[in-house]
Nanobody, 121 residues
Framework: QVQLVESGGGLVQPGGSLRLSCAASGSILTIYTMAWHRQAPGKQRELVAD???????NFADSVRGRFTISRDNGKKAVYLQMNSLKPEDTAIYYCYADLQSRPYGAPVGYWGQGTQVTVSS
């Protein structure tokens, strides 16, 4: 059984920084794309950033230049460094991974349980 567990959320003042972590565990053969999404109250879930196994990254326009995504393939982990945080970054942040858990199975997407990030003075 595969699990993604996030950590690192919390309350931070505008202009501050937070680092989110997500670790995958369970029966995992290969992890492909890993990503962070977020969902603010009353809004749809949106992609924040993703990263390929080789480290190619994509960012939402709203966070480019402020957020950095990285991964440690050996630890099956993905990280999101968030700097210059704004109140509009307030949301539940979800970790996502496309991974293969069976030798002949197709990759399947898994979600973490989410971690709250609140940016407020």
């Amino acid at each position: 059984q595969v699990q993604l567990v996030e950590s690192g959320g919390g309350l931070v003042q505008p202009g501050g920084s937070l680092r989110l972590s997500c670790a995958a565990s369970g029966s995992i053969l290969t992890i492909y794309t890993m990503a962070w999404h977020r969902q603010a109250p009353g809004k749809q879930r949106e992609l924040v950033a993703d990263i390929s196994p080789r480290g190619s990254t994509n960012f939402a326009d709203s966070v480019r230049g402020r957020f950095t995504i990285s991964r440690d393939n050996g630890k099956k982990a993905v990280y999101l460094q968030m700097n210059s945080l704004k109140p509009e970054d307030t949301a539940i942040y979800y970790c996502y991974a496309d991974l293969q858990s069976r030798p002949y199975g197709a990759p399947v997407g898994y979600w973490g349980q989410g971690t709250q990030v609140t940016v407020s003075s």
